[in-house]
């Protein structure tokens, strides 16, 4: 090991080792996003205390910070960070906190975000095409369709052809305010809401941004993007 190995090794031992940013690092081992604000109350610090603890964890590259709109998240910088916490906890013998979300039931199901679906339904279909391989990352924080990707969707009657040649982006991870994980944004995201208020899978509410999703409806939904309802 050289030097410099060492030196970036001590860096970031001492950047975990502060209790602050240790207790900031473990509340997001759980994948979901937080704010500055949560995160100097998890840390049980100020909140100008908390925006100097994380300009030293984005500096040595522990965590990323995501801009939703007029919000800003934090999470962990990548699975490598999430690992070598994950195994520091278990030398520790501590237990990780799972998160708790405070948004009201029928809007953190289902619901607009935009044009697009948000909440649970639409983080679980975003994870699912990920892990499916249907989406890819792409340049600039967004998504390409693999070619299995694109034939599914052809195949559910999306003009996938006719969404690229839109002046807008064609597919982004959009972060998810209630589940603080990202559901699917863009062209294909709004297209995919279109489909669902088509076939029935979800109701628009009148005078609120709430999806209906029956379960019914929930069941169809899912199955014709090959998931089931547990």
């Not at 081992?29 to 300009?55: M, P």
């Not at 109701?203 to 409806?217: I, T, Y």
Request: proline share 3%; hydrophobic share 40%; aromatic share 6%.
């Amino acid at each position: 090991m050289d030097a410099h190995a060492d030196h970036h090794l001590a860096r970031i031992a001492g950047a975990i080792a502060e209790p602050a940013r240790a207790r900031m690092l473990c509340s997001l081992l759980d994948g979901h996003a937080r704010t500055a604000t949560e995160l100097s109350v998890v840390a049980e610090v100020s909140a100008s205390t908390a925006s100097a603890h994380l300009t030293r964890l984005k500096d040595d590259h522990l965590v990323t910070q995501l801009a939703q709109g007029k919000h800003r998240y934090y999470q962990l910088a990548g699975t490598g960070v999430a690992a070598a916490l994950e195994a520091l906890l278990v030398v520790a013998g501590l237990p990780r906190h799972q998160f708790k979300p405070n948004t009201p039931d029928r809007l953190r199901h289902a619901r607009t975000c935009y044009d697009h679906m948000a909440g649970t339904v639409a983080v679980q279909l975003h994870d699912h095409f990920t892990q499916q391989g249907w989406l890819a990352a792409s340049a600039g924080n967004e998504y390409e369709l693999s070619l299995t990707g694109e034939q599914q969707f052809l195949t559910m009657g999306l003009d996938v052809p006719s969404m690229r040649k839109l002046r807008r982006r064609f597919a982004c991870p959009c972060l998810d305010w209630s589940e603080r994980r990202p559901h699917l944004g863009g062209a294909l995201g709004a297209a995919l809401l279109q489909l669902a208020l088509k076939k029935g899978w979800v109701e628009q509410d009148l005078d609120s941004r709430a999806l209906a999703v029956s379960p019914k409806g929930q069941r169809q939904m899912l199955a014709a993007f090959g998931l089931s309802n547990n």
